[in-house]
């Protein structure tokens, strides 16, 4: 079933019809309360706000998204549930819009997790193709410096057999290619072969015992991958095809197409936090608009206290129109899941655009299903009647309020058994 704004709106406006209202009863607790929590908010959203700007002023600055997801996670005190209460009409809409804030805030902070995480990949990146580079160019130098390492640590063993001892030439040689420890024939031998290890592992090759001897510029035909490069491709999700000659390793030319490769993932990437970036600032200015929607509420139920205490105020017209907002805010949200119902259908769904337009269309659902939940207590307030459960199932609106209410509650109530379902399927 289709959701459209006229049987949201005038069903539910339907089931207003007639409502009785109830005497205000006294909230300053409650008020005081939502107040702490407004001011908090406040100042969280300013600071949040501030961060995210910086880190969308440089994508690449991990500090600041960093820092952004810290100032997210800051939670302010909460005060306590009125949408179970029948409480004061304008505390429920101000708890409303708290709650809708705080929607919005975990969005912003998961699509900044989820910028975190492609940075992370992008540095990676950027670390993998220096270090391919970097292998590329050292591996004729390393192969050559493994050669000379054979051919003195052949002398040194000469030399451990003969009983000989190092001369000054060959210490300085072998300090020339990063033997430090020549003290004698045996501390010398022991650090050649430390220094071969230190040199084949760097460019991805173990040598035998009888290479250690024996290598020559023949021994490796091609490039292999050292274990330091894989962890890196690891980090960065990258996964190396097989070299044509797998026996042999890989060419500079499938080396150089392996970086060109990559470099054309990090610039997807470099896409994917930018588009991350247009969401995290859609979500932050809607978490801002709730923060300032709820302050307003608060602001008016503290009117309304004060004007009930001079007696200058129509309680049912105050209540009235609060449940005229929450009309119009149900409303705006069953159009909203219809226009991105329409994005969705051209859109390729294993699109981030997709994936985007779907995570919008379940917040306006939770929204609609918040939003009918506090209309329901607001009744409640005006009526003193509500029939319904709780716990896996919320309470039909608009109860006893002709058949057109009862046609638009019960197309939203299935929507909020659905997000009752699924906040089952979660837990």
Do not use: W
């Not at 040194?156 to 040689?173: A, H, I, P, R, V």
């Not at 638009?408 to 997000?419: S, W």
Request: proline share 2%.
């Amino acid at each position: 079933m289709k959701l459209r704004t006229p049987f949201a709106a005038l069903a539910i406006t339907a089931g207003l019809i007639g409502a009785l209202a109830a005497p205000m009863p006294a909230f300053a607790d409650e008020l005081e309360d939502a107040q702490q929590t407004v001011t908090e908010e406040t100042q969280i959203v300013e600071e949040a706000t501030e961060q995210v700007e910086l880190m969308v002023e440089d994508p690449t600055n991990q500090q600041a998204t960093e820092a952004a997801s810290r100032a997210l996670s800051v939670t302010p005190s909460p005060f306590d549930s009125l949408l179970n209460s029948g409480q004061n009409a304008q505390l429920i809409f101000a708890q409303l819009q708290m709650q809708l804030a705080q929607q919005n805030k975990q969005q912003a902070m998961e699509k900044v997790e989820a910028i975190r995480e492609q940075q992370d990949k992008s540095r990676a990146c950027t670390e993998l193709i220096n270090g391919l580079r970097a292998l590329k160019n050292s591996y004729p130098s390393s192969v050559s410096e493994l050669v000379a390492l054979a051919g003195y640590l052949k002398q040194l063993n000469e030399l451990s057999n003969s009983g000989g001892t190092l001369s000054n030439q060959l210490k300085n040689d072998l300090k020339s290619h990063g033997v430090t420890k020549t003290d004698d024939v045996a501390s010398a031998a022991e650090a050649t072969k430390a220094r071969q290890d230190e040199i084949a592992a760097s460019i991805g090759v173990t040598l035998t015992e009888e290479q250690r001897t024996s290598v020559t510029s023949a021994s490796f035909k091609g490039i292999r991958i050292p274990q330091s490069i894989s962890e890196l491709a690891s980090q960065a999700e990258y996964e190396f095809s097989a070299p044509k000659n797998a026996a042999d390793g890989y060419t500079e030319e499938e080396i150089d197409q392996i970086i060109a490769d990559i470099e054309a993932m990090q610039e997807n990437l470099g896409t994917d936090i930018q588009q991350q970036m247009e969401f995290t600032q859609d979500y932050m200015g809607q978490y801002n608009s709730y923060v300032q929607g709820a302050a307003s509420a608060v602001a008016d139920a503290q009117e309304a206290q004060a004007s009930a205490s001079r007696g200058t105020i129509d309680e049912a017209d105050q209540i009235l129109a609060v449940q005229s907002e929450l009309v119009s805010f149900i409303s705006e949200r069953a159009d909203k899941i219809e226009e991105l119902k329409g994005e969705l259908e051209n859109l390729d769904p294993a699109s981030a655009d997709a994936q985007n337009v779907n995570d919008q269309i379940d917040a306006a659902l939770d929204e609609l299903a918040m939003g009918c939940e506090a209309l329901q207590q607001a009744q409640q307030g005006a009526t003193g009647t509500v029939s319904g459960g709780s716990g896996d199932s919320f309470g039909m609106i608009a109860v006893g309020a002709g058949a057109g209410a009862l046609v638009g509650g019960g197309a939203i109530y299935a929507l909020m058994r659905r997000r009752a379902s699924q906040a089952e399927q979660k837990a």
